[in-house]
């Protein structure tokens, strides 16, 4: 069985680019969550999807950035016109139905924004 | 707010000896979790303890709560070099919004243990 993929690992843009981060959970995982680390910095919580609906969105910036977690294929993380405050590394997480605090990580994509 | 905090955030000692990770958080939880991150990867579980359990171990992991103290403490064993990475609590909010899950992070303890 497969961890978490997240693709890419690396990821450089300019400023104003777009970003887009995937993200495919685990096998018979209906959870997914998204979250964010800055240098030196824990992991903060950004959105938790299940298959085409956005559960809680609390810890996602109201511009720019969006997810999706369609039927078929990976979650999506996007985000729009990048900034250089972008720059981090984003990890997801999934987890299997009926133990959501029961997370397993990805490896990252980290960001980079020149 | 940060819900988890640990302490101390930067943590050098020689093979062999024990470490000791400290973790407080705010409001009530489910449950707690330890994490490792080593340096530019990702995170890997180590041990999760529920909010009725008092003590837990895992090989030369030992884990405590109190509930009564909002903290708990990682205790890593007989330590070696490639215990050097950084490590994580989270607590799962009770009420979250949303109903979500959430697990919130603390800032983590950097551990280097050298050879």
């Known amino acids: 069985n497969a961890g978490v993929m997240q693709n890419p690992r690396h990821l450089v843009r300019r400023r104003g680019q777009e970003a887009r981060l995937r993200c495919s959970p685990m096998k018979g995982h209906s959870h997914v969550y998204w979250y964010r680390q800055l240098p030196e910095e824990g992991l903060k919580f950004m959105v938790y999807l299940q298959k085409e609906n956005i559960i809680d969105e609390s810890g996602m910036p109201k511009e720019r950035f969006s997810a999706e977690f369609p039927k078929e294929g990976p979650s999506i993380l996007r985000i729009q016109q990048v900034v250089r405050g972008d720059s981090a590394a984003y990890f997801c997480?999934?987890?299997?139905?009926?133990?959501?605090?029961?997370?397993?990580f990805g490896p990252g994509t980290r960001l980079t924004v020149t | 707010s940060q819900q988890g905090e640990e302490d101390p955030q930067a943590l050098s000692i020689q093979e062999g000896e024990n470490a000791t990770m400290n973790c407080s958080y705010k409001?009530?939880?489910?449950?707690l979790q330890w994490y490792r991150q080593n340096s530019g990867r990702g995170l890997v579980h180590l041990i999760l303890i529920r909010s009725n359990e008092r003590e837990k171990h895992s090989g030369r992991l030992r884990v405590t709560l109190d509930t009564s103290k909002k903290s708990s403490s990682l205790l890593i064993t007989a330590s070696r070099a490639a215990d050097t990475a950084s490590y994580f609590c989270a607590t799962d909010a009770y009420m979250a919004q949303g109903g979500s899950e959430k697990l919130v992070f603390g800032k983590g303890t950097k551990l280097t243990v050298n050879p």
């Open positions: 409001t009530s939880i489910n449950n």
């Open positions: 997480a999934s987890s299997p139905p009926g133990r959501t605090y029961e997370q397993y």
